[in-house]
């Protein structure tokens, strides 16, 4: 296996899924013990492997109603021209017919100003993401049966869990991005939740998605905080790359969950603070 980039990388990633056959498991068996290059790739795959089946083992289709990308892009508009609307209305109350015309000019460098613009931007959170192009949710469905979840509801804020309920992550993109979605709990640990090889951001489209498709994720029987992220670039990054960014801001956070809302780095980044308690 000479083309070790593309050949090798894909038929390593098939090998650790089990996905082949018994002669190409046998070739690929054969090709490891004499190069050591791959061996060392399929170690890390592994270790990235085992976590993703530890912590989400249980990847099944639920019957979780997902309002889907496109509804939730709408309800976010909505909300967000309701922001909008809200502080112009408060404005105009407040100022008043006589300081109209002086307002306007005012009102032209108040948003063209780079330190009123960040003001405004952190009042509302979904704001920001849309002018970098790109937005996040994360939704969740509590079990409340064997086979039933609540409806979806949309994560804000903190958001208390618990072992089997479900998450689905949602995103519109008005780039090209690379995206990868991760987590780190409160011990500092952190977990892949979806990446793509060779590198760990998976190349999507502008448009909305979601993650999983159609599923969700049904979350596992860790007790205590974590944190999720979804993370975008316009150019892919390792997964050594993220988990040590986030590592890093963790212990810089003072090792609060509660705190570390991004992870710094050559990406953009939108995070959910989850406490998962057992359930009553
Ligand atoms: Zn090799």
Redesign the pocket.
Known sequence: ?KE?EVC?LNQLQAYVEHRLSPPEQRLIES?LAS?A??REQLESMQVLEEWVVRKYKTLQPTEIPDPGADVLFAQLEKENAQTQENFFQRWWKGVGWVVVASSLVLALVFFYTPFFRNMMSRESGSQEFLAKGWRAQMLYGRRIGSKTYSRAKVAEGKTILSPFDTIQFSYTLSNTYFLAILGINQQGRSFSILLCKPNVGCLRKPGAGTYPENRSLILDEYIGEERYFVVVARTNFSWKTLKQAVEKEWKAKRRRLQHLDTIPGPWLSRSWWVEKKRRR
Request: charged share 15%; with cysteine; net charge positive.
């Open positions: 296996m070790r090798c090709h190069c290059s791959c």
